[in-house]
């Protein structure tokens, strides 16, 4: 049997390596890998919390708002008081963070179409339901910490 870890490892740094391609000098802005997916997931949620998108990025919360000041003073991200409770921050993206991000976002789907393209059309299906399964399988399993919804 194939040493599976090694796949996952592979993969995983392989994917690592495309987002920070993209994230290098994105219009005119360096932003980190970190930061494009705090500004993914900002953009994936309706009005998020800032432990709602730490937690789904299974960051700490300092280092978290730490990235978070950053973006905002890069005019990135908007911090907002929650209008019931003051304790709590909704993120938000600036017209210039959603601009990034949706550059981001092509700039990826543009690399991991052009990886899939190298695939007959079964290929990329089997690939990709494979995929869906296993974050699936991964979610419903025991044995190990889901990943964020």
């Keep these: 049997m194939e040493n599976v870890r090694n796949l996952f490892q592979l ?16 219009c005119g802005q360096e932003i980190s ?3 494009s997916h705090i500004l993914y997931e900002i953009n994936r949620q309706h009005q998020p919390s800032m432990q709602e998108i730490a937690g789904a990025l ?17 005019g ?6 929650h209008p019931a409770d003051n304790r ?31 695939m007959s059309e079964f290929e990329r299906e089997t690939v990709i339901r494979s995929i869906k399964l296993f974050n699936d399988a991964m979610q419903t399993s025991t044995s190990c910490c889901p ?3």
């Design 11 to 26: 993969l995983s740094r392989n994917f690592g390596l495309l987002n920070e391609q993209c994230c290098d000098n994105c």
């Design 33 to 35: 890998l970190v930061q």
């Design 58 to 74: 299974g960051m700490d919360i300092t280092t978290f708002s730490r990235q978070v000041k950053t973006l905002v003073d890069k």
């Design 76 to 81: 990135l991200v908007k911090k907002t008081p």
């Design 88 to 118: 709590i921050n909704i993120l938000s993206l600036t017209p210039v963070g959603l601009g990034i991000e949706n550059d981001i976002n092509l700039t990826v789907n543009t690399q991991l179409q052009r990886v899939l393209s190298t």
């Design 147 to 149: 990943p964020p919804k």
